[in-house]
């Protein structure tokens, strides 16, 4: 079964660090591009990285971009997203979704910026 | 990139069929025939209901079905049952480096 757990989110002081990550299983995990998206309480969906399978391209939405980095290790099944510079806007709850169709997706983890 | 317009509620009765729509731009929707469409349901994560404008994944009932004329997508759900009471989300791949725009969301309720 095709599963991806994301872990790593919490409560962080607006300017702050937090490293999330989401551990793959049940599929070639080296030959897929990942993503990561989030949604606001109560709001949207927001795109927020893509990584492709080797990590070598890497895109941004502009509202993370130069405070985000996203990243890989094929040799664990894992994906990471490195936030650093943390607003309050930044809180929501953090999806990995494998592919660019964006499926499946995590369950996802809750980041909450506040002092 | 501006997000993808959808109506902020739609309802049917059981039975009855409801399009949403899902309007982007020529730099978006209108440029690549990567329109997906996702529903959520109250604290559940997303799930793949239709992809590449009119695809459907497995297991996803036929009674779903996308479509789209120019900037525009939409979602049509036909035989309208109660557990298609959901949040739906489209999403566009946006080419460049902002690789995907989601919709604005739309709340599906089965009068």
């Known amino acids: 079964e095709v599963q991806l757990v994301e872990s790593g989110g919490g409560l962080v002081q607006p300017g702050g660090s937090l490293r999330l990550s989401c551990a793959a299983s049940g599929f070639t995990f080296s030959s897929y591009e990942m993503n990561w998206v989030r949604q606001a309480p109560g709001k949207g969906l927001e795109w927020v990285s893509y990584i492709s399978s080797s990590g070598s391209t890497i895109y941004y939405a502009d509202s993370v971009k130069g405070r985000f980095t996203i990243s890989r290790d094929n040799a664990k099944n894992s994906l990471y997203l490195q936030m650093n510079s943390l607003r309050a806007e930044d809180t929501a709850v953090y999806y990995c979704?494998?592919?660019?169709?964006?499926?499946?997706w995590g369950q996802g983890t809750l980041v909450t910026v506040s002092s | 990139q501006s997000a993808l317009t959808q109506p902020a509620s739609v309802s049917g009765s059981p039975g009855q069929s409801i399009t949403i729509s899902c309007t982007g731009t020529?730099?978006?929707?209108?440029?690549?025939?990567?329109v997906s469409w996702y529903q959520q349901h109250p604290g559940k994560a997303p799930k793949l209901m239709i992809y590449?404008?009119?695809k459907r994944p497995s297991g996803v009932s036929n009674r779903f079905s996308g479509s789209k004329s120019g900037n525009t997508a939409s979602l049509t759900i036909s035989g309208l049952q109660a557990e298609d009471e959901a949040d739906y989300y489209c999403?566009?791949?946006?080419?460049?480096?902002?690789?995907?725009?989601f919709g604005t969301g739309t709340k599906v309720t089965v009068l």
């Open positions: 590449e404008v009119s």
């Open positions: 999403c566009s791949y946006a080419g460049s480096s902002i690789l995907y725009v």
């Open positions: 020529s730099s978006d929707v209108g440029s690549y025939n990567l």
């Open positions: 979704a494998r592919g660019l169709t964006l499926v499946p």
